[in-house]
T-cell receptor
Framework: DAKTTQPPSMDCAEGRAANLPCNHS???????VYWYRQIHSQGPQYIIH???NNETNEMASLIITEDRKSSTLILPHATLRDTAVYYC??????????FGGGTRLMVKP | DVKVTQSSRYLVKRTGEKVFLECVQD?????MFWYRQDPGLGLRLIYF???????EKGDIPEGYSVSREKKERFSLILESASTNQTSMYLC??????????????FGPGTRLTVT
């Protein structure tokens, strides 16, 4: 039970913003929302995480709805190298992460 | 930068062999994890460890064991490899930062084929 729901695939034009949605309607109060991505044949790479406030770093922005039941990962200017499977995960400190199927993002020129 | 290394990128073993997969992290993280990844199934947790000599079963521990004798090293052991253990194995480590949650860092993976 991955506790999150993501679309299986999405396309995005190079240079445009990629908005990846995630539903986590059963999230509990102490669980964080994490985003990872996995480029083919490599280990997953941490992108960003948050609890209830929106977060931004050099890679992406994370928008969490006020009720915390969904979130959106935003890659502001997608490049071909952003083509990967993106995983949205909820979890608590020190606890293992459960990865679902993720969203396969294809960035096209 | 956190570095998580795994002993092999590709491994081919025969059914019934004992297989050791080694993972080393260099950032003094308390938590370490072993996952396997299969097409259509995502990443599934096999075992994790939150301290030296401590281990906890994940979602699919059957057929596997682990060892953590030193903080930086977490080994996954397949006592008698079977063909259904052919998979990509990923090691990870994490550090809890109070008030910020934690980040989990992954190794490059070991693609194990059991024939």
């Amino acid at each position: 039970d991955a506790k999150t729901t993501q679309p299986p695939s999405m396309d995005c034009a190079e240079g445009r913003a990629a908005n990846l949605p995630c539903n986590h309607s059963t999230i509990s109060g102490n669980e964080y929302v994490y985003w990872y991505r996995q480029i083919h044949s490599q280990g997953p790479q941490y992108i960003i995480h948050g609890l209830k406030n929106n977060e931004t770093n050099e890679m992406a922005s994370l928008i969490i709805t006020e009720d915390r039941k969904s979130s959106t990962l935003i890659l502001p200017h997608a490049t071909l190298r952003d083509t990967a499977v993106y995983y949205c995960i909820v979890g608590v400190a020190g606890n293992m992460l459960t990865f679902g199927g993720g969203t396969r993002l294809m960035v096209k020129p | 930068d956190v570095k998580v290394t795994q002993s092999s990128r590709y491994l081919v073993k025969r059914t019934g062999e004992k297989v050791f997969l080694e993972c080393v992290q260099d950032m003094d993280h308390e938590n370490m994890f072993w996952y396997r990844q299969d097409p259509g199934l995502g990443l599934r947790l096999i075992y994790f460890s939150y301290d030296v000599k401590m281990k906890e079963k994940g979602d699919i521990p059957e057929g596997y064991s682990v060892s953590r004798e030193k903080k930086e090293r977490f080994s996954l052991i397949l006592e008698s490899a079977s063909t259904n253990q052919t998979s990509m194995y990923l090691c990870a480590s994490s550090l809890w930062i109070p008030g910020q949650g934690y980040e989990q860092y992954f190794g490059p993976g070991t693609r194990l084929t059991v024939t």
